[in-house]
């Protein structure tokens, strides 16, 4: 009975998408129309109609955004720059490019969408999974950390530490641990205390690299352990890289039953969509929870919202939330393999980046580190390609780069290793991954002979003057290319 509200909400978003983001522009625009950047733009004359909106505002990225929040310290003082919601809570994300960005979150945004969201999760659980045991199941969050920021005067937050900070007081009986930590080392001193909580658990969410990172310290790198450890985890709920690589380790992870996997797909930005159903992979957007979607065709550059898509497009996401980020990028391509209701995936990034592990590296941050080396190192790189060697149960994963040098370091060694260790400066979700080797272990660096990057792509019908090699890979594919 208690899903029932929830179930309603999914149901009404499967079949009245449409009507409610039309509704949600609206309110959003009346909202916020006497915020300084609703009176720039103009919202009171805009009445929730589409095409007066994109006629009058524009498309944003995060640098567009950067003006406005440069009064973040003076919160009391600027709450209507960009919304007339408040933040309350500031999130934290690497983003894809090497500034850090720092995300307003209001307590309405906050219930509207992210709480929102999970309970939507456990009602499509308990209807469509046929879960019925959630609200006595024991949950363990593998959230995320808080970090102190001098220009706020305050701590930021992942926000999956959020939402464990925020929780209420009836998830949190049920939520174990509740506490945000500063560090994996902290976090993992802490589990190793309370094995026996650990026992009782039921369910797991978080990013698959480190609810392996901590099955692999907890059963001491021996796979065989982990019914030992986990005998009553049913369920993983997870979301944030490609999850094609792990499905069949999470398939076999234990021994005497098979795991339900539910998707989902969220970002300190907003939650955005869920697993539909148990069939298949594809992803339910959730088109009443405080976000007005916008798609941009990859191909003609074309916006279209929501009732304007077609599923044979790539569409990078935009976002207008009640929070203040109007039409802004969020850098993710999704496709839409249905329009009744509207189901997606996620297919992909607008910018380079390799993003295994939930490290979302990008091609920029590799780009800056390999230019900060060179400050360092006498060496030259004709080309170069990475590629992830992906977690198995008791082995961590890595990076492998295959470089072929123009000139050589005289170390090779200390060139891997200061590579690793800038790349950490430079992003501070490959930090995290990286931090004591548990969760991703130092680069591998293979050293490739001239012109072997020009046969590879010989043999993958890659030959053209104007064509380039991706440098980032999600996956190994290429090295299937590679002559002896």
Not at 32 to 38: A, E, M, V
Not at 67 to 96: N, R
Not at 236 to 261: A, C, N
Not at 319 to 332: P, Q
């Amino acid at each position: 009975m208690i899903f029932f509200p929830y179930r309603y909400m999914l149901d009404r978003m499967r079949t009245q998408s449409e009507e409610l983001q039309r509704a949600l522009l609206k309110r959003i625009l009346d909202g916020n129309r006497r915020t300084q950047f609703g009176r720039e733009n103009g919202f009171s004359d805009i009445n929730g109609n589409y095409e007066r909106f994109i006629g009058r505002v524009p498309i944003q990225c995060y640098d567009d955004v950067t003006p406005w929040l440069q009064h973040l310290p003076e919160l009391k003082s600027s709450q209507d720059l960009l919304s007339v919601y408040k933040p309350k809570y500031f999130g934290q994300t690497s983003g894809t490019s090497a500034v850090k960005k720092r995300i307003p979150i209001s307590e309405e945004f906050l219930r509207a969408n992210h709480f929102r969201g999970s309970r939507l999760i456990l009602a499509n659980l308990n209807d469509r999974f046929q879960q019925d045991w959630l609200m006595s199941a024991r949950h363990l969050s593998m959230s995320g950390y808080r970090y102190p920021d001098p220009f706020l005067g305050k701590d930021v937050l992942d926000i999956s530490a959020l939402m464990v900070e925020r929780l209420p007081w009836y998830f949190r009986f049920k939520n174990f641990p509740n506490l945000v930590f500063s560090s994996w080392e902290e976090k993992l001193v802490f589990f190793r205390q309370n094995l026996g909580e650990i026992r009782k658990i039921n369910m797991i969410s978080g990013v698959p690299t480190w609810v392996l990172a901590l099955i692999n310290q907890l059963t001491e790198h021996d796979p065989s352990r982990v019914e030992e450890i986990l005998p009553n985890w049913r369920l993983y709920i997870h979301g944030g890289v490609d999850f094609s690589h792990y499905r069949q380790i999470f398939k076999e992870i234990h021994p005497k039953r098979e795991i339900t996997l539910f998707e989902v797909y969220n970002s300190t930005e907003g939650f955005y969509a869920l697993q539909n159903g148990p069939e298949s992979r594809d992803l339910l957007l959730l088109t009443d929870c405080g976000i007005f979607f916008e798609f941009q065709d990859k191909v003609n550059g074309e916006v279209e919202p929501l009732w304007g898509i077609k599923t044979d497009r790539k569409y990078e996401l935009l976002i207008t939330t009640l929070d203040g980020l109007c039409r802004y990028r969020t850098g993710d391509l999704v496709q839409f393999s249905s329009v009744n209701p509207y189901l997606l995936r996620i297919v992909g990034r607008t910018t380079e980046f390799i993003n295994a592990f939930g490290e979302d590296l990008s091609l920029e941050h590799v780009t800056l580190a390999l230019q900060r080396l060179k400050t360092e190192m006498n060496f030259n790189i004709r080309q170069y390609f990475v590629v992830p060697r992906y977690p198995q149960p008791g082995t961590p994963g890595s990076h492998e780069w295959y470089i072929n040098f123009a000139i050589r370091p005289s170390d090779s060694k200390l060139f891997a290793q200061r590579l690793d260790v800038l790349l950490q400066d430079i992003n501070s979700n490959y930090n995290q991954k990286r931090s004591g080797n548990t969760a991703l272990l130092p680069l591998v660096l293979n050293e490739l002979p001239q012109d072997s990057i020009h046969k590879i792509m010989r043999r993958r019908g890659e030959i053209g003057g104007q064509i380039k090699m991706k440098v980032l890979h999600n996956d190994r594919d290429i090295l299937s290319f590679m002559e002896a």
